[in-house]
């Protein structure tokens, strides 16, 4: 399958700080979707980018579609404890696959 | 509006036995994915299926597993034979469309003793 790249692998952040992180592809992917999963949870869907350029927000958090289609981000502003988790990017490619980052782990320090 | 449901939430089985689990789709939702996730890691994918059809296994061992999607009932994510390395969360997805957004369920988490 497709292979995402996905960093930072974690972070450490005060409450209030800005949190950014990305994705990056080998390949063009039509889809981007950003998850979070909280512990013993199944991941639940933050945003989703279907048009290249797209910018989209959700409350305090901000994705972008790459205008090469092969990367996309998510920013995350003033951060707060409740935003502890792993965030996920995904990507759907021109064959209809599915794949997955491996995460950026998020600690929010109060 | 339900949404995805698995169970059993937690399921524990000794070496050598079954685990079945069950993945219930959003209603409408038509396109099953299944994922595996060790502790610390990310989502591996495994198998998706539509109704009565599995589209792509690549992700699925050759061996012992095997996933199904029939035309009425949930999907089963089956395991022969379990062995210790199997020990894992396995999360359900499903999706409207063939080019739409994943809605996962809670997981299911085996333990293999």
């Known amino acids: 399958g497709q292979q995402l790249n996905q960093s930072p692998q974690s972070m450490f952040i005060q409450e209030g700080e800005d949190v950014s992180m990305n994705c990056t592809s080998s390949?063009?992917?039509?889809?981007w979707l950003w998850y979070k999963q909280e512990p013993g949870e199944g991941p639940v869907l933050l945003i989703a980018l279907y048009k290249a350029g797209e910018l989209t927000s959700n409350g305090r958090l901000t994705a972008q579609f790459g205008i090469t289609r092969k990367d996309s981000f998510l920013n995350i502003s003033a951060s707060i404890p409740s935003d502890v988790g792993i965030y996920f990017c995904a990507g759907r490619d021109n064959n209809n696959d599915m794949r997955f980052g491996a995460g950026t782990r998020l600690t929010v320090k109060p | 509006n339900a949404g995805v449901m698995q169970n059993p939430r937690h399921l524990v089985r000794r070496r050598g036995q079954e685990a079945r689990l069950r993945c219930s789709p959003m209603k409408g939702h038509s396109h099953v994915y299944w994922y595996r996730q060790l502790p610390e890691e990310g989502l591996k994918f495994m198998v998706y299926l539509q109704k009565e059809n599995i589209i792509d296994e690549s992700g699925m061992p050759k061996e012992r597993f095997s996933a199904e999607f029939p035309k009425e009932g949930p999907s089963i994510l089956r395991i022969q034979q379990v062995v210790r390395g199997d020990s894992a969360a396995y999360f359900c997805?499903?999706?409207?469309?063939?080019?739409?957004?994943?809605?996962f369920g809670e997981g299911s988490r085996l333990t293999v003793l």
């Open positions: 390949s063009i992917f039509n889809t």
């Open positions: 997805a499903s999706s409207p469309l063939l080019t739409g957004e994943l809605f």
